[in-house]
T-cell receptor, first 108, second 115 residues
C-alpha cells in the first residue's frame, strides 16, 4: 500500500454534521499536509501539521497527528454543502506523496 | 494574482500525434512538477524540476518529456500519445522542495483524451 492512505474512501453526511477523515502513512515524517480538491480542479492547500504538533486548528478544520500510530485525522465541523470535495493528505519522504483521497459529499 | 496556469484545459487527440501541455507560474518558484490523476490511483508524479535546467523523473515518467528552460515555464510533452495517457494532468509549483514544508500550488488541470 502507499504512503498516505485515506479512510474512508467516500463519506456522505448532512449539512451541519461533522466529517472526519483519516490518513495513515508508513515512514517517519517532518510534517503532514492536507489538501482539498473540488471536482476536477486543482488541489488547494488547507493546513500543515508538524511532526511535533498533536493538534492544529484552522477555522472549522481540526487536524490531529499521532506519530506513534503514523496517522492523522481531518475533522470538518458544522459542514456545509460547499465543503463537498475530495480531501488528500500528503507526506514528504524525499518527495511529496499524496494519498488517494476521501470524497466527501455534504447534502443540503 | 499569484497562480499556476495550464493550457489547454481540455484536449482530445489521436494516438501518436505529438502534443505539449504548457504550465506557467508567476510566483518565482524554483520547484515545479507534473502529476497525473486517475480514478483509484490518486495523484502520481510524472516529472519534477528543482530549478532551471534541472529535471528528474517522478513515479510514472514513461511516455513523457519535460523541459525547464525558464524558471516560470515547465511544459509537458507527449511525443507519441497513447490511450493509456488519457488522464487529468496537474502542474504544481512551490518555492523550494526541502523537507516538504512548502505549500504546493496547483494549476487548474488539463483533461486529456487520447483516442
Amino acid at each position: 500500500s502507499q504512503q498516505g492512505e485515506e479512510d474512508p474512501q467516500a463519506l456522505s453526511i448532512q449539512e451541519g454534521e461533522n466529517a472526519t477523515m483519516n490518513c495513515s502513512y508508513k515512514t517517519s515524517i517532518n510534517n503532514l499536509q492536507w489538501y482539498r480538491q473540488n471536482s476536477g480542479r486543482g488541489l488547494v492547500h488547507l493546513i500543515l501539521i508538524r511532526s511535533n504538533e498533536r493538534e492544529k486548528h484552522s477555522g472549522r478544520l481540526r487536524v490531529t497527528l499521532d506519530t506513534s500510530k503514523k496517522s492523522s485525522s481531518l475533522l470538518i465541523t458544522a459542514s456545509r454543502a460547499a465543503d463537498t470535495a475530495s480531501y488528500f493528505c500528503a507526506t514528504y519522504t524525499g518527495k511529496l506523496i499524496f494519498g488517494q483521497g476521501t470524497t466527501l459529499q455534504v447534502k443540503p | 494574482e499569484a497562480q499556476v496556469t495550464q493550457n489547454p484545459r481540455y484536449l482530445i487527440t489521436v494516438t501518436g500525434k505529438k502534443l505539449t501541455v504548457t504550465c506557467s507560474q508567476n510566483m518565482n518558484h524554483e520547484y515545479m512538477s507534473w502529476y497525473r490523476q486517475d480514478p483509484g490511483l490518486g495523484l502520481r508524479q510524472i516529472y519534477y524540476s528543482m530549478n532551471v535546467e534541472v529535471t528528474d523523473k517522478g513515479d510514472v515518467p514513461e511516455g513523457y518529456k519535460v523541459s525547464r528552460k525558464e524558471k516560470r515555464n515547465f511544459p509537458l510533452i507527449l511525443e507519441s500519445p497513447s490511450p493509456n495517457q488519457t488522464s487529468l494532468y496537474f502542474c504544481a509549483s512551490t518555492p523550494q522542495m526541502r523537507g516538504g514544508w512548502e505549500t504546493q500550488y496547483f494549476g487548474p488541470g488539463t483533461r486529456l483524451l487520447v483516442l
